[in-house]
């Protein structure tokens, strides 16, 4: 791993953006590429229409993908293509992408616009996704696939293990609460209805966000209709943000233009 410790060369950097190689675990040769991933297109529209970070997300979104693919593939040899494409769903999409980045104080280090900037987009999911994106491809032009893959396998490696345990599917309401949250900034609504003789009632339940129904389920008690609709909400969002179902391709981060 290189280690070099200068800082990006830039006498405006602040304190966060030059301690975020501490938090990543990661010193670049070439500290411009850690400073090109941090520069928010606002930003640089406002300094001169310079280059911003839209080229090494676009390259880090890929090594993310064929990293996270590459590592539930080899440690999971059991598992068919199903699990392990619903596994890698969950674990490369812009809510974890943007939890994980907060963890790293990813946020305070983004170079935003003073319009972004008064509008919170320091902690704005899809900045903070993109941004991280775009330092794993900025670490894998610095250090190679090698590098970029135990850096991502390690930071990954918690989450890893959550959804292998089924840590992350088998609580759906929370985990669609959780996400709820992120990319609506308000909770799911659910309504229910039930149908059938007392004997064997069955519950149907529709879960609402943003105005709009996301998700439908049925089971024999409301819990069961309720998380039924919320793992259909959930991989709907999911689908939506990362451009593939649960089964399909390797997903990628689809909140792009932040």
């Known amino acids: 791993m290189p280690s070099t410790t200068s800082s990006l060369g830039s006498e405006t950097a602040p304190t966060t953006t030059i301690s975020l190689p501490d938090a990543l675990g990661y010193r670049f040769d070439d500290d411009s590429l850690l400073e090109l991933a941090l520069r928010h297109r606002s930003w640089c529209a406002e300094n001169g229409a310079v280059p911003s970070n839209e080229r090494l997300e676009f390259l880090g979104d890929s090594v993310l993908g064929l990293v ?12 068919p293509e199903g699990v392990l494409a619903r596994r ?10 943007a939890d994980l980045a907060r963890e790293l104080g990813l946020g305070e280090a983004i170079r935003l616009g003073k319009g972004e900037e008064s509008t919170g987009g320091r902690d704005k999911a899809s900045i903070l996704a993109d941004a991280l994106e775009a330092v794993f491809g900025a670490v894998y032009l610095d250090g ?21 345990n089924a840590e992350f599917t088998t609580d759906h309401k929370s985990r669609l609460q ?40 049925e089971g024999r008690t409301k819990k069961e209709a309720e998380q039924s609709a919320a793992q259909e909400a959930y991989d709907r969002l999911v689908e939506a943000a990362t451009g593939e179902g649960p089964g399909g391709s390797a997903p990628t981060n689809g909140e792009t233009n932040a």
């Not at 996270?68 to 598992?79: A, K, N, R, V, Y």
């Not at 890698?88 to 992408?97: D, S």
């Not at 190679?144 to 292998?164: C, K, N, Q």
């Not at 996400?179 to 059938?196: D, H, T, V």
Request: charged share 25%; no cysteine.
């Open 68 to 79: 996270i693919t590459d590592h539930l593939f080899l440690t999971e040899p059991e598992q």
């Open 88 to 97: 890698r769903a969950e674990l490369v999409n812009t809510v974890m992408l």
């Open 144 to 164: 190679g696939y090698r590098v970029s893959r135990e850096l991502i396998v390690r930071l990954y490696l918690d989450r890893i293990h959550d959804v292998a």
């Open 178 to 217: 959780e996400l709820a949250a992120q990319l609506f900034g308000e909770l799911p609504e659910y309504s229910l209805s039930e149908s059938g003789p007392e004997h064997a009632k069955v519950f149907s339940a529709v879960v609402t966000l943003g105005g709009a129904d996301h998700g439908h389920g």
